[in-house]
């Protein structure tokens, strides 16, 4: 049985990701650990739609919820918890991100608030993105060193100590990157106001 306070806040997260447009109605996914087991959401779930029969408990090192429909990213989750020291993850498909990580090896904020949260943002590429082990390993490995990474083509996944924390980050990732296109659209002469940002990139 899952904690109704865990259930809350995954449906209370799950219903902002869907009306900021970050998934589409049964994209992303939400999952926390606690010591060695993992909640995650089930496999087909609305995110912005969650029932409490959504919500999936399994072993950190397996499977062992007796239920098939666990995550198809259950994978990817699993590699994130036993490779850092997140609590929670985030993944979602935040529209202009993914849009940018179609041209960019790296997304670099011009705003103050990305500049100063997330400096940069790599972007992973990998042929079969989606719950793989290719997959799993890659963004692993890119999560270590960044609080939220794009998958190319695919989308993002945000680490936190909270689920709270992880969503924050997605959405500051999206913010970032539709003031970006706003800059472009609107073609003027960029004035630099912030110290030290030619190292932005170099993170």
């Not at 529209?95 to 400096?119: G, M």
């Amino acid at each position: 049985m899952i904690d109704p306070r865990i259930y809350e806040t995954f449906r209370e997260i799950g219903e902002d990701l869907y009306a900021a447009d970050m998934i589409s109605s049964h994209g992303g996914n939400l999952s926390i650990r606690l010591g060695d087991r993992v909640i995650i959401k089930r496999r087909g779930a609305m995110l912005g739609r969650l029932k409490p029969h959504d919500l999936i408990e399994t072993r950190l090192d397996k499977n062992d919820s007796g239920v098939v429909l666990a995550s198809t990213e259950l994978l990817v989750h699993r590699a994130i918890y036993l490779n850092t020291p997140a609590l929670a993850v985030c993944h979602c498909h935040p529209r202009t991100a993914v849009a940018f990580s179609l041209s960019r090896d790296e997304i670099v904020p011009i705003d103050n608030e990305a500049s100063y949260l997330l400096k940069k943002i790599p972007v992973v590429t990998e042929e079969f993105a989606s719950g793989t082990p290719q997959m799993a390993n890659k963004v692993a490995e890119a999560v270590k060193n960044y609080k939220i990474i794009m998958l190319r083509g695919h989308g993002s996944f945000a680490t936190g100590q909270t689920l709270d924390e992880a969503f924050m980050w997605s959405t500051i990732l999206e913010e970032a990157c539709q003031i970006i296109l706003a800059a472009k659209t609107i073609n003027e002469p960029f004035k630099e106001y912030r110290a030290m940002s030619e190292a932005y990139s170099k993170f």
